[in-house]
């Protein structure tokens, strides 16, 4: 489910994440375990979201390649 916030922010849940980058659930929780791998999260209780904002400027930025 798509959350938006009063601000017009959407904010996307891990599954959400995995589908838009078609990447694993397991590589998306792999980023948070490793800072600066993967584009920026917060807790909304004990689930993590990401605003698509900050994940279109990560993948733009050239951030969005895999590291190992």
């Known amino acids: 489910m798509t ?3 009063n ?4 904010l996307l849940t891990v599954s959400e994440l995995a589908s838009y980058l078609s990447v694993s659930h397991h590589t998306i ?3 948070q375990r490793k800072p ?5 999260a917060f ?3 004990a689930q993590l979201r990401f605003r698509r ?7 733009e930025a ?3 390649v895999a590291r190992g």
């Open 3 to 5: 959350i938006t916030v």
């Open 7 to 10: 601000r017009g922010t959407e």
């Open 29 to 31: 929780y792999g980023w």
């Open 36 to 40: 600066g791998t993967g584009p920026h």
């Open 43 to 45: 807790r909304v209780g």
């Open 53 to 59: 904002s900050i994940v279109d400027t990560w993948l």
């Open 62 to 64: 050239g951030e969005g």
